[in-house]
């Protein structure tokens, strides 16, 4: 119930009352007066617009063109209802009403915009019993009224964040700080894939994969569960949105969540509807259903803890219980891309991607925390993206429309650009400030270690809007080695690129995932095994046929320790990491003399302009040369190790390069 007198309920005053009740004092327009004319001017009566405060409050709040269509009728269903504008677009409304439909409601819940406490009117006007006789099967629930806050804009996202979710506040530079709660990371223990006839041929299963199954049943039941949990919720975020900026395969989503926080995320994070794409939306190609804190039954078939994530393709849509780490919803998105997309032809790649001022795109493979995002970020190129893109027949797309960064030990001079991102709109996860003056502490790891922001990408001052751009011309995997024995930088050829690309080595860096608190090495194919749908080979095969196609060169760059492993060696400098990268991009280090290394036979340059070069080759950097053959062994029996579940797996129509990469890896 609102409290509010501006939408002239019961407790408003009207103007004529409050006017009668303190009679004002007034001059008579013309009259002869000594003071009015020279000596005190005062000019205040004819300046007046407003004779209440209420009035004053609505005038502060201009009223703007609505994001949210406003069809139906005579458009405004309450013309004096102030700034929260309702609107009844029938048929998103409709749309919406599908959307939350459940066993024990099945009412079109009222789409309007802002808080919902501001607009109790509304209600009244609209008839919430069903003109027909009751269905017999009318519960409390289906009676009930839910708001639906629908692609509401950042400034009302942060109001509803600051008023009703604690741990939310405005940091010093304007960013949204918020807490995720129990989950700092990916839960991918908890994803479930259903397997049903179609998915149960096309998707990857068993050893390896990320696809852990369920059956439609307890997804329906999990879907059930988090549909009448958001019903049962005052008010429900709907944020309308596109993924891919590849016109041609433009996917639209519909994402329903309980917090303002989710929903400013995915504002961010996925591509923004202009007005006129809104009102023409339409139905969503895929809609995620985010319960957050509300747990799973852990009765339920397949479930193994309180979380779960659960996504079934026939169905189009994703279930989220019990974890409120928005992750989970870009990543969810992501592996329905790796499903969508292949089918299309098209290679869907967990990758950052720039583009420099002669149209050369470079892309950044590797897992999280390896250097995507930060390295994609650069000053003196073209952002297209920093996580997750596509390669079609005309080039690369990205697929979001926003950035998401670590932000661990971010300072302003090694990463300006993502540091001046971090503004009004940015939501800022987990992060730790100082309570009086909102100042950002970056080293802070109180809360977690995986702190990140996320911004839209056009917060990125050199961002290419739209995101797309031509084919690659440079493929860069990146590892953060915590061995400390891959070289800082290595030429691969193609056989030797997909064989790392299959292998996709890195040591996950502590947070991104929950539960790991140390880097341990890893692999995980595609660079991004969390999030493919089919086999990993499938992927390979296309992004070989790509790159022989473009003539693109692939590279190994190690972002992570030199001169010994983690805990005696050190991270390599991002200073020298960029200077790597500007060799690749502007083709100097193409030129470049190389040497082989033994074991992993990596191509290394003898030279790399602003990079000492005694660290180019890894065993000069390590004073211990025995330790240091003893971990490159070690490390290349792991590869070794992971590689044999693919041993097995023709990569494409050629033989010839399935020999080529069993071939391309440690010889020893
Ligand atoms: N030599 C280096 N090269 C790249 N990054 C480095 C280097 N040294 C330290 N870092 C730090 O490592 C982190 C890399 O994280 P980044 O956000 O770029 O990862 P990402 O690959 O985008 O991961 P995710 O997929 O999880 O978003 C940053 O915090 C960066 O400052
Ligand atoms: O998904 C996340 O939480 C962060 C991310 O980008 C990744 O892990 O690759
Ligand atoms: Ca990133
Ligand atoms: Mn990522």
Known sequence: MAGNGNTDGEFSFSAAAARDALPRITTEKGAKSTTSSDVCHDDTASRVNFQTIDQLHSLQKKRSAPTTPLKEGGGVVMGTSGPTTPVSGESMLQSVSASLASLTRETGPKVIRGDPTSAAKVMAHVPQTP????????SDSSLKFTHVLHNLS????????????????????????????????????????????????????????????????????NRERAVDYLNSLDKVFVNDQYLNWDPENRIKVRIVSARAYHSLFMHNMCI?????????????????????????????????????????????????LGTQYAGEMKKGLFGVMHYLMPKRKILSLHSGCNMGKEGDVALFFGLSGTGKTTLSTDHNRYLIG????????????????????????????????????????????????????????????????????????????????????????????????????????????????????????????????????????????????????????????????????????????????????????????LAYTRKIIDAIHSGSLLNA?????????????????????????????????????????????????????????KIGEDGKLTEEILAAGPNF
């Open 272 to 320: 923004r509807p202009t007005a006129e794409e809104l009102e023409n939306f339409g139905t969503p190609d895929f809609t995620i259903y985010n319960a957050g804190k509300f747990p799973c039954n852990r009765f339920t078939h397949y479930m193994t803890s309180s979380t779960s994530v659960d996504i079934n393709l026939g169905r189009r849509e994703m279930v989220i």
């Open 386 to 573: 920093d996580d997750e893109h596509c390669w079609s027949e005309t080039g690369v797309s990205n697929i979001e429309g926003g950035c998401y960064a670590k932000c661990i030990d971010l300072s302003r001079e090694k990463e300006p650009d993502i540091w001046n991102a971090i503004k009004f709109g940015t939501v800022l996860e987990n992060v730790v400030f100082d309570e009086h003056t909102r100042e950002v502490d970056y080293t802070d790891k109180s809360v977690t270690e995986n702190t990140r922001a996320a911004y839209p990408i056009e917060y990125i001052p050199n961002s290419k809007i739209p995101c797309v751009g031509p084919h690659p011309k440079n493929v860069i995997l990146l590892a953060c080695d915590a061995f400390g024995v891959l070289p800082p930088v290595s030429k691969l050829d193609l056989a030797q690129t997909m064989y790392h690309f299959i292998s996709g080595y890195t040591a996950l860096v502590a947070g991104t995932e929950e539960g790991v608190k140390e880097p341990r090495a890893t692999f995980s194919a595609c660079f991004g095994a969390a999030f493919i749908m089919l086999h990993p080979t499938k992927y390979a095969a296309m992004l070989a046929e790509k790159m022989k196609a473009q003539g693109a060169t692939g590279w190994l760059v190690n972002t992570g320790w030199s001169g010994g492993s983690y805990g005696s060696g050190s991270r390599i400098k």
């Open 131 to 138: 003109t027909s006789a009751p269905a017999a099967d009318v």
């Open 154 to 221: 950042p400034a009302e996202l942060y109001e509803q964040a600051i008023k009703y979710e604690k741990g939310s506040f405005v940091t010093s530079t304007g960013a949204l700080a918020t807490l995720s709660g129990a989950k700092t990371g990916r839960s991918p223990k908890d994803k479930r894939v259903v397997k049903d006839e179609t998915t149960a041929s096309e998707l990857w299963w068993g050893k390896g994969s990320p696809n852990i199954e369920m059956d439609e049943q307890s997804f329906l039941v």
């Open 593 to 649: 003399t190389y040497q082989k290394t033994e074991i992993f036979g990596l191509e290394i340059p003898n030279e790399v302009e602003g990079v000492p070069s005694e660290i180019l080759e890894p065993m000069n950097a390590w004073e211990d040369k025995v330790a240091y053959k003893d971990t490159l062994l070690k490390l290349a029996g792991l590869f070794r190790n992971n590689f044999e579940t693919f041993t097995s797996h």
